[in-house]
């Protein structure tokens, strides 16, 4: 059968992939979707994405939509779970959004797009390394305005060494985990890489901040493009 090498086969993250190259002869699956960013509208009930399958083989595409546990009120699926994609061939997935009421927030998942390559019968060794994607999905409510900068939005402040950002907004705000207090260069690790609407957050910076009145991170833009990090006012 195509797939019955599954059961098989190992399936690695790309940091432990690249470091097992040397090791392994490794054959990316080569499914790359169009977009770091699953971007679906309440207007539109879901929307779509493309992947393209750059190898020279066909590949198994799964797709599983992974819930955060601090996000909830919302429910996605996906009208093509798993499907064969040719080499070279474009794949366009469509999902279906649900919601327990009207949206008023925006709301965060992640999807992993696992691509599986056939066995290669003149191979010997029956292991094998599967290529995923995991990329943010932002869910948009119908009634509210884009914002595209809305890192801007996050208050910040400390009291001794403790630092909080608070999201007053009805945004899904991205961002680097690590933060600078300046002028005194004091850092901190935030939890997680977003914050959500109405949510806060505090960390321990590695010195109290003192006089400081600005903090200094870097945010991460609606479809994942870089941009320069961001200096915010620093309450004390």
Sequence with gaps: MFFQSYKYRILFTLPLLFAAVSSFQVKAA????????????????????????????????YTTIT???????THLVVTQPVV???AGQMQQLRFILRTDAPLTTEHLKRVVF???????PSKKMKIGFNLRQDIPVLIHPKNLPVVKDAWKLLTWSTVGNTLTVKNPSPYVVRLSQGVTTLP???????????????ETLTTTLNKASGADSQLKFTPASRYGIDVPSFTAPLNQ
């Excluded at 819930?67 to 009120?73: I, Q, R, S």
């Design 30 to 61: 080569g499914l790359v979707p169009e977009t770091s960013l699953l971007m679906i509208e309440e207007s539109d009930m879901g929307g779509t994405i493309n992947l393209t399958n750059t190898d020279t083989q066909p590949n198994l595409l």
């Design 184 to 198: 005194s260069g004091a850092k901190g690790l935030l939890s997680k890489t977003y914050v959500l609407p109405g």
């Design 84 to 86: 064969r994609v040719e």
């Design 67 to 73: 819930d955060l546990p601090d996000d909830k009120g």
């Design 114 to 120: 696992e691509g599986i390559p056939p066995k290669d």
